[in-house]
């Protein structure tokens, strides 16, 4: 019985290793999903961002013939309110965090840091995204990934 021994331990042997392949497999092809899953997140973004930025393009460009009315100032269309003349336009205090902070951050984060600063305004991540975004479009701003979160930075202006 020795050579039954013998077998025995070799189809053990193998099938621990053939185990350990496995698992490392497995593990690899989890960290390729989750890889996967983060870049499909991003692109996702891209697109609703593109699609708010395509839409925003076509409703601001006037159709050839057509006179698009101006609003005259003094009011703002909503009940009569003042404009807010002289007060800095949100696109400012964007730049103006992104230029102070250094450090990138989310548009939640921005979105957040303007709210706690301007207590009397309503600000809205997604058109603080758009208005990133439009930044960055300008070369105003820069974006990164970190993951599937997407980070901005002021542009370093050009020597």
């Known amino acids: 019985m020795p050579g039954e021994t013998e077998l025995t331990s070799a189809y053990s042997s193998k099938v621990a290793g053939d185990l350990e392949r496995n698992a490392e497999e497995q593990e690899r092809i989890r960290g390729e999903i989750a890889r996967l899953t983060a870049e499909l997140d ?10 708010n930025i395509r839409k925003a393009l076509s409703a601001e460009t006037p159709l ?8 005259k100032g003094g009011k703002n269309g909503k009940g009569g309110k003042a404009s807010g003349a002289g007060r800095i336009t949100l696109v400012e205090l964007i730049r103006n965090h992104l230029a102070a902070g250094g450090a990138p951050c989310s548009a939640s984060e921005i979105t957040a840091a303007l ?10 991540t997604t058109v603080v995204r758009t208005s990133l975004e439009n930044l960055v479009a300008k070369g105003q701003a820069r974006r990164s990934k970190q993951g599937s979160s997407v980070l ?7 020597k």
Do not use: F, K
């Open 42 to 51: 991003a692109l996702e973004h891209d697109h609703g961002v593109l699609l």
């Open 64 to 71: 050839p013939g057509r006179n698009v009315p101006r609003q």
């Open 115 to 124: 709210s706690a600063e301007h207590r009397d305004r309503h600000i809205q």
């Open 152 to 158: 901005y930075t002021a542009a370093v202006p050009a």
